[in-house]
């Protein structure tokens, strides 16, 4: 656990403006061949450079969908359940836009283009049977938009997150905030990196792995502001 903000000596009293906020930040293995995530790219980076006044956790999921003991959504619920945390923010990898992407809405599907790292794939399949077909971020969307616009790197609002495992992942985070006293969770994308580039793709959008580090790092600290 990394606590941010406190010092030697500091006062443990500290008012509501001043309390830490715990925020779990969750990325996903390498999938598809490829040997990079950026969204686990971006975790080390995060804990060296974290803001201020914030508890940070951080932890990477593995890119398998699922009820399973071994899946994503267990990992996830099992992080919950330990860290308890004020809010949530699920990364995952885009290879179609070249700008961050903080989504809106979590679809109740699963509808793989490409098969997991269990080498599943799974059509037009619930998240979870009987449960309500979409879920809304509880992240301020648009203030994250906005902060990460002002420092210079791409962002943009986006629908929803898919029907692969970003949006699973979402999905299921945004159920367990309601279940776990989380107060606000939900998905950002980040763009490949550059070296995930081959010549067959050397035209596709990608951003560098500093800026997309510091707009998550810009995140963290609104979702923070949000929360005081």
């Known amino acids: 656990m990394l606590v941010l903000g406190v010092g030697r ?3 443990r009293r500290m008012s509501p403006a001043t309390t830490p906020v715990r925020i779990l930040v969750t990325g996903f293995d390498p999938f598809g061949g490829s040997a990079l995530n950026p969204s686990r790219e971006i975790l080390p980076l995060l804990e060296r450079d974290r803001p201020n006044g914030v508890v940070l956790e951080t932890a990477l999921l593995p890119v398998v969908g ?3 003991a071994d899946g994503a959504p267990a990992r996830l619920r099992a992080l919950v359940e330990r860290h308890r945390p004020d809010a949530l923010l699920c990364l995952g990898e885009t290879g ?4 961050i992407c903080v989504e809106r809405v979590a679809l109740n599907l699963r509808d793989y283009r490409i098969a997991d790292n269990a080498g599943v794939i799974v059509r037009d399949e619930p998240v979870t049977a009987g449960a309500p077909a979409a879920f809304f971020s509880t992240l301020p969307v648009r203030d994250l938009v906005a902060s990460i616009g002002a420092i210079g790197v791409p962002c943009e609002l986006s629908l929803n997150a898919g029907a692969f495992l ?11 905030a309601s279940t776990h006293g989380v107060r ?6 980040v ?4 070296e995930q580039l081959d010549a067959s793709s050397q035209h596709r959008p990608s951003l560098s792995l500093d800026r997309s580090a510091a707009a998550i790092r810009c995140a963290v600290a609104c979702i923070a ?3 005081r």
């Open 9 to 11: 000596g500091h006062d």
């Open 191 to 194: 763009p490949r990196l550059p």
């Open 96 to 99: 179609s836009r070249g700008a």
């Open 225 to 227: 502001k949000h929360l």
């Open 66 to 68: 699922g009820d399973g």
């Open 166 to 176: 970003c949006n699973e992942i979402m999905y299921h985070a945004i159920a367990l």
């Open 184 to 189: 606000a969770a939900g998905f950002i994308h």
